[in-house]
């Protein structure tokens, strides 16, 4: 099972605000900062979120990011068609667990 | 543009050794660490190993530790990851990384290549 938790699948309708949450502990969300990477099928991760609210170039800002505690979101506005992908949470880890750790992945289906 | 080429990925028997290879370009090399990520056929990613740019630091997960060795070679651009004593479980399409920031960053991963497969079964 993954050190980082995340829900196996999520859904929205075009337009939607979704969030897709990712649960951690203090060794690695509650220490450091997260990141996101999108797959869509077929190909390579992308990063989409890094240092856990920033923006590579080229993402759009309908997505962004948060932390809490141990627990971090991605969120999504204005859901679109080609959102429909996998998304990946990940985290520097301090403890004998890491260095890096990644969450089980979330599959987001636009209906 | 970065491009992350991999490859070295084949059909290999249990106990088996392999060494695969990450061809780059695009970028100044020398500057980043570098990491192998894998996924598992309809699975997640699972984060393998880092070596910092001059490659004096390593990192491995459990899973793999004392089994698969990083390396690279900065003259040619050029990353490995040399696998031994496979297992099924190693079965994975293999990403080569490169970190978002040069220098003594280590994470995260902004760059990824297409993935090479690796195959092990008898």
């Known amino acids: 099972h993954s050190v980082l938790t995340q829900p196996p699948s999520a859904s929205g309708t075009p337009g939607q605000r979704v969030t897709i949450s990712c649960s951690g502990s203090?060794?690695?969300?509650?220490?450091?900062?997260v990141h996101w990477y999108q797959q869509l099928p077929g190909t390579a991760p992308k990063l989409l979120i890094y240092?856990?609210?920033q923006r590579p170039s080229g993402v759009p800002d309908r997505f962004s990011g948060s932390k809490s505690g141990t627990s971090a979101s991605l969120a999504i506005s204005g859901l679109q068609s080609e959102d429909e992908a996998d998304y990946y949470c990940a985290a520097w880890d301090d403890s004998l667990t890491g260095p890096v750790v990644f969450g089980g992945g979330t599959k987001l289906t636009v209906l | 543009e970065v491009q992350l080429v991999e490859s070295g990925g084949v059909v290999v028997q249990p106990g088996g050794s392999l060494r695969l290879s990450c061809a780059a370009s695009?970028?100044?090399?020398?500057?980043?660490?570098m990491h192998w990520v894998r996924q598992a056929p309809g699975k997640g990613l699972e984060w393998v190993s880092l070596?910092?740019?001059?490659?004096?630091?390593?990192y491995y997960a459990d899973s793999v530790r004392g089994r698969f060795t990083i390396s690279r070679d900065n003259s040619k651009n050029s990353l490995y990851l040399q696998m031994n004593s496979l297992r099924t479980e190693d079965t994975a399409l293999y990403y080569c990384?490169?970190?978002?920031?040069?220098?003594?960053?280590?994470?995260?991963?902004?760059?990824w290549g297409q993935g090479t497969l690796v195959t092990v079964s008898s």
């Open positions: 203090t060794s690695n969300i509650g220490t450091n900062t």
């Open positions: 695009g970028f100044t090399f020398d500057d980043y660490a």
């Open positions: 070596i910092s740019w001059n490659g004096a630091t390593t």
């Open positions: 240092s856990t609210n």
């Open positions: 990384a490169k970190v978002r920031v040069g220098g003594y960053y280590y994470w995260p991963l902004d760059s």
